[in-house]
Antibody, heavy 112, light 107 residues
Framework: EVQLLESGGGLVQPGGSLRLSCAVS????????MAWVRQAPGKGLDWVSS????????YYADSVKGRFTISRDSFKNTLYLQMNSLRADDTAIYYC?????WGQGTLVTVSS | DIQMTQSPSSLSASVGDRVTITCRAS??????LAWFQQRPGKAPKRLIY???TLQSGVPSRFSGSGSGTEFTLTISSLQPEDFATYYC?????????FGQGTTVEIK
């Protein structure tokens, strides 16, 4: 069974940092591009970042470029999102996705 | 950046109705388009990829068509479990971009 399990969300003050993790099981993690997608409360889906299979390239939305870093650990089958300099408008559910599969999401709340 | 314009933003329909949702890309994206369904409080679920390929396990009443800049998701006979929000996504170029979403409500 395919599972993507996000963790690491929580409440953080503006300017703070969090690292999200996405543990993948049930499919070949290194065969697919992986991505983080977020959804602010009551809003639509918003692509955040991708890690590609070919060339280990990384891409970011302009809104997070320079603040967020995507990475993966192939041995642990885990995708990460390091989030620094967090702002109130980063508040959202963060989903991990890849190979057509999605996790259940982890909530990040940025507030003082 | 490629802009995805999805329409309508919402619609009301009855069980058994045929429903069509459209996404228009601001430039050609070949067939690099996927459709997702999101029920309230749940994670999105991919229904269709590469414009018209049905994800394994998705009912055949869902279908996708189009190419270039104009794409369509059709539900041939709406079922109670289909009341949800639907999103298109272009995966032709970065940044990836979603449509604004279409909420299908019960009439």
């Amino acid at each position: 069974e395919v599972q993507l399990l996000e963790s690491g969300g929580g409440l953080v003050q503006p300017g703070g940092s969090l690292r999200l993790s996405c543990a993948v099981s049930g499919f070949s993690f290194t065969r697919y591009d992986m991505a983080w997608v977020r959804q602010a409360p009551g809003k639509g889906l918003d692509w955040v970042s991708s890690f590609t299979v070919s060339g280990d390239n990384t891409y970011y939305a302009d809104s997070v470029k320079g603040r967020f870093t995507i990475s993966r650990d192939s041995f642990k089958n885990t995708l990460y999102l390091q989030m620094n300099s967090l702002r109130a408008d980063d508040t959202a559910i963060y989903y991990c996705a890849g190979g057509g599969h999605w996790g259940q999401g982890t909530l990040v709340t940025v507030s003082s | 950046d490629i802009q995805m314009t999805q329409s309508p933003s919402s619609l009301s329909a009855s069980v058994g109705d045929r429903v069509t949702i459209t996404c228009r890309a601001s430039q050609g994206i070949r067939n690099d388009l996927a459709w997702f369904q999101q029920r309230p409080g749940k994670a999105p679920k991919r229904l269709i990829y590469a414009t018209s390929t049905l994800q394994s396990g998705v009912p055949s009443r869902f279908s996708g068509s189009g190419s270039g800049t104009e794409f369509t998701l059709t539900i041939s006979s709406l079922q109670p479990e289909d009341f949800a929000t639907y999103y298109c996504l272009q995966h032709n170029d970065y940044p990836r971009t979603f449509g604004q979403g279409t909420t299908v409500e019960i009439k």
